[in-house]
């Protein structure tokens, strides 16, 4: 029996007092911060864009960069970029949607 009790995840109520609480306050100032590491980052981008995607709670965002930076590179070394730009964020979030392109000539 004891055993098992090792296997079993904790009570439910230890999961309540994790769950996160949502606003749409919290989902424009997370997309703010966002987009302004993301413009530190890349200074010389043409476009920046940070949308909350998880309904609000800030737990899922789509970015957009468009930036002379990713010129030559593979969209999984573009994407790193991004990855690598947001390292902090990314640990409080559920999922992250990339998209990167060049600005054309």
Known sequence: MKALRRLLPPPRTALTSQVRRCSGTDSDAGEARLEELLKTRFPTASAVR???????????????????DFQGLS???????ITEALAEQIKDMHGLRISTSVPES
């Open 75 to 81: 969209r999984v070394k573009q994407h790193r970029l």
């Open 50 to 68: 940070v949308q909350d995607i998880s309904g609000g709670c800030g737990s899922m965002y789509e970015v957009w960069v468009e930036s002379s």
